[in-house]
Structure formats: C-alpha cells, structure tokens
C-alpha cells in the first residue's frame, strides 16, 4: 500500500464482464474517514472501473463478478490524493477491515487465506528491506571504520533474513498469483552496503527491473508494473536543469518502452507515459514518445482521435511557437509570425461580456502600456451584440493591437488557442515561442517583474 502517483494512470475505462453470479466484497473502514470507495482492475498501465460503493459509516459492499480475473485489484478510498490499498481476489467472497489513516497498520482479512499470507509476507519483505534502506543511508554519511563494520554486520544479517524468506515463499506458497506479486515486490538490493552514492543509484537503475516480468499476466493484471514503471522514470531521474532533467526524462521512458515485446501493453504504457507527461506540459518528451514509438505502432493500434486531440491541447503548452493568425495593424493586414521589433508579445483573450476582464484589462495596460520591448495583441471574445461594446471599449487601449473575435469561442483565433475562459493571456519572446501562460493579471505582473 502507498500513495499513487494518480498522474501516471488512466482510470477511464470500465471492465467489462458476463455479469453473470457476482461476489460480495466486504470492505470495513476503521475510521471511517471517507465515504466512497472505488475499485479498479488492472490491465498494463490502464486502471479500469469495476465498480464502487458509498457508506456514511465506513462499511461497503461490493459486488464483484464471479468471472473477474483472478488478479490484484485497486481499492481507492481518498479521492483527493487517491491513496489506496491493493489485494488479492481469488475467486470468492471475502471481508477485509483497514485503516486509511495509517496504512501502516496490517489489514484484517476474514475468509481469504490468500490475503492474509500475501499481506503477511509483504509486509516482512518491505521490512526487512526498509531496515537495509536505512542501514545504506546511514553508511553514505559515516566515515568511521568501526562503525562501518558494525553497519555491514547489521545489513549482512538483514539481507540473509531477507533471502531466507523469498526462498520460503518460492518454495512452500501454492498459489501462483501470490508467489508472483510478491517476487515483484522484491527489489534488487546491493549484497553489501556501497558507501559512494554515484555507485549506489547507478546499481539500483541498472537492477530495478530485475524481478519484473512484463510477460507475466498475473503482473499485467496487477498495478506492480505500472507503479515500477512510474518510479523508475520519475523518481530515479533527477536532474538540477530542464534540459537535463527532460533528456533523463527520454532515456528512462526508452529503457522501459524497449522492455516491454508485447505491442498492445507497451501502446498502453506510451499512452500513460504521454498522458503523464501531458500535465506538466513537457512537450519535448512528448514528441519523443510519439516520434519514437507512438508513431511507430501498427496503424491498427494507433488512436488517431486520441492523439489528435492531445496535440491540438498542447499545441499552445509552454515552448511551442504560439499559432499565428491575421489581423490588421497601422491600417494594414498583417498577422503574429510578420510583427517584429519586440522582445516579448502578450496575447490576451478578454470579453467586454466577462466582469473579470473588465476589471484586469484596465490594470494590465496601465501596467504594461509603458513597456516599449512589449507588444499586446488582445483579442475580443465578442458575439455580433456585444461587438458595439468592445468598440466602444478598446478606445481606452489605443496600445494595444485590439482584434474583434467574433464568435466568442467559435472563433477560429480562440480555438487555435484552446481559449475557454476569459481573461487568458500568453506571453511571447521575439520569435513568438510561449514563455508564459500567467493565470491572470496578478501572475503576470510578478512574470514581467522578474524580468526586471
């Protein structure tokens, strides 16, 4: 159990089943802090809607198909920070008893040996593992030689523990489904502490993947794989530059996109990878991934609209060359890409319709209309009734190129722009690439003064 990082999936889908006899799962949540829970089936990087259950008093039912795979399912209970708890279903019914608060504490499961020896032997891994996690941290930081014997000591102990026991599950678990998530869980340690930190996470990189099967469908249909996935690319590469960190960013998707054979699971950890991405805008890795192998997918698996719609949200992220568009200025036709002589552009969609922009448009041109290395365009959001208004308006802004949009968000302008709401504003360096994209009139003041 941990906190996910809710990003990297796509709880979009809904599994689909015979619905034929169903198995009721009783979840009992002590406190019960929240007043939803939602369960999720696993399929590579896609999390898929099973179903969900409400309770003011921290008790749910849910009923689970009968012919549900047998697999670990995803049980989300905060809808904010989407923390959860994951466990087994082995083809009956089952009540288990948690408490979201620390889910520290061991779950109680009444009518699933599975649940209880999985859980039992999941906690011991990551135990013994959190305790040489500690050991190592304490190894970086000490240079005393007694000190250091008695931490190999420690570690050496804990790690023979360790292997003793993934040993015993190897040998004495039954059930295949527990045996395989829980050698997934395992991660690769060094055998003995390594007190240079540039050799210690190059080790855990290299060996990261070492318990992960990407062919094995009780992983597949588990939340492991993307969870390892995620972690390898965005905790394991931190760099202090953009450029640096973004080229990280590409080297890390590539090693894990190259290990996964199987075209429909790696289609689903590119879209996820491209999805992720998407949040933060970071186009660079993003037309990597389509490029490289998004692209290079058969055509069969490709998802145009997808991918379509995607690339027209990010066609104004920050980086890309702002979409140019005609307008007239100095009494002649002229449009974004042909202005020149300025070191920064702002582009702001307002409406004389929008009490918001009424009240920051006179603010921002007093504030920027001295600037001589900056150019406003500012593009009306009108309809035909309210275009007498703008006219009437832009006469207080006699600086700015002022562009009627007629259409509101009908205009093709807008559109290009993925404008739907007012004021928006998008700032511009000479060669009309977006630098900044400010909330509203306040972000934008403290971006211009920074350049200051």
Partial sequence: MKKIFFNLLFFVAVYSFAQTAT???????QPPSFKQVVLYAAEGAQQKYVTHAKSEEGIFKLAIPKDAPKASYRLVFNPETMDYIDFLYAGKPFEVQFNPIDLKQFPTFTHSDENTRYFNDLFKINGLQQKMDSIQIEFFKTQDSNKLDELNLSYSLINTELKTLISQIENQEQNQLIKDVLKANVRVLPDKPIQDPTVYLPFIKEHFFDSIDFNNQNLIHSSLLVDKVMDYIFYLTVADDVKTQNDLYVKASHEVLDKIKDPILQKGFIQALIQSFSQEENVYVIDDLFANYYDKLKLELQNQEWKNNLQKELSTALSRKAPNFEFSFNKKQTN???????????????????????????????????????????????????KYNWQDDVVQYPNFI???????????????????????????????IIIAKPYDFQALEAFFDTLK
């Fill in 23 to 29: 198995d009721t799962l009783l979840i009992k949540m």
């Fill in 336 to 386: 974004l890409y042909d202005l020149k002589g300025y070191k920064y552009y702002v582009v702001v969609f307002w409406s004389t319709t929008c009490s918001h922009c009424l009240h920051e448009i006179p603010m921002f041109y007093d504030y920027i209309k001295d600037r001589t290395d900056t150019k406003v365009i500012a593009v009306g959001m009108e309809t035909t009734d309210s």
């Fill in 402 to 432: 002022n562009v009627l949009g007629l259409g509101k968000w009908e205009n093709p302008i807008a559109q290009s722009y993925n404008v739907h709401a007012t004021p928006n504003y998008y700032v511009l360096d000479e060669n009309k």
